[in-house]
Nanobody, 121 residues
Framework: QVQVVESGGGLVQAGASLRLSCAAS????????MGWYRQAPGKQRELVAA???????NYADSVKGRFTISRDNAKNTVYLQMDSLEPEDTAVYYC???????????????WGQGTQVTVSS
């Protein structure tokens, strides 16, 4: 039983910044990776950024240099700092949590409900 909750979305103008947060709670022994995905109307869900427990990161080409992903492993929380936002960034942003299981903790591949980011021109 794992809950994933995103926050920090909103409506901003092009060039502005937002900081998204994602907190995981429940029976999680150790999170291996957390990531941000987004889905715009009529489009497929795509990876925006991901980070492993060890700190390795991966970004979509469209956000490199503008977005920064970070994490606080002790708090099971991941952040997405979004700078220089563009109208093309408008989407629902979803947080994904993956963790390996143990004898007492199930493995996890969980999604949050999403937070809306809207960027106007």
């Amino acid at each position: 039983q794992v809950q994933v909750v995103e926050s920090g979305g909103g409506l901003v103008q092009a060039g502005a910044s937002l900081r998204l947060s994602c907190a995981a709670s429940g029976r999680i022994f150790s999170i291996n990776a957390m990531g941000w995905y987004r889905q715009a109307p009529g489009k497929q869900r795509e990876l925006v950024a991901a980070i492993t427990r060890g700190g390795s990161t991966n970004y979509a080409d469209s956000v490199k240099g503008r977005f920064t992903i970070s994490r606080d492993n002790a708090k099971n929380t991941v952040y997405l700092q979004m700078d220089s936002l563009e109208p093309e960034d408008t989407a629902v942003y979803y947080c994904n949590v993956k963790s390996a299981g143990t004898m007492l903790y199930p493995s996890v591949d969980a999604w949050g409900q999403g937070t809306q980011v809207t960027v106007s021109s």
